[in-house]
């Protein structure tokens, strides 16, 4: 008999994305959406389709992400973000793995990324995995304000299939997200104490640009390849602005 599924997800301003993520996620038994009090249409379309929305002010991603743990019924959870589509053979195997007996509490998903448009294959993106099945008797998320992980209390296999992520809207919409995960890297180091000198400034950044684009090959993705690796690079150097901001008092 088929493992009952609670999908869940964290939401702000996704009106785009909302029914064909849904209509991806139609396996599941039930769907929950912790919205961040979306200015769109996000809520409206979601509970159109069936979907629970919670309103939650966003504090940071494991807290957001962990209060959402909370709201499932059932104790397999996929955890996919509204610009990941899962296509129909990662739900049957989704369904596979979470109705058969098995050691594992969790899996990893593997990403195939699109940016502008196309397939990146480079650039660090061809290794992208993420935690999107588990157990919630056996899982939580870390508490890292950003780049959080799912903590497994077991054993974590892997998933053959991928799933599609269109993490490209537009530039500046991409941009605001590099702009948020800088906010809250720094916001987590100013909290450890680190203070940043002149390596944080000139170093890292240009070591993250070279290691995307050189090292990882990112090079062989054209100019996207390009663009990824200099915005990335730049989202370095943001957050130990902010982090320098921060000890001066500067808003």
Known sequence: MKSKITALAITLNEEENVKQYVESLSFADEI?????FSTDRTVEIAKSLGVTVLQRNFDNFSDQRNFAISQAKNDW??????????TPELEAEIISVTTSPSDCVAYYVKRNFYFLGKHIKYGGWQSDKAIRVFNKSFCQYNGNLVHEMVAANGTVG???????HFSYKNFDNYNNKLNLYSKLQAESLYVKNKRPNAYHFF???????????IYRLGILDGKEGFILAYVHAFSVFKRYLQLWMMYRKID
């Open 77 to 86: 959870i996929v955890f996919f973000d509204l610009d990941e589509i899962v």
């Open 32 to 36: 929950i959406f912790i919205d961040s």
């Open 158 to 164: 892997f998933l053959k299939e991928r799933v599609n």
């Open 203 to 213: 170093i890292r950044p240009k070591y993250r640009f070279f290691w995307q684009y």
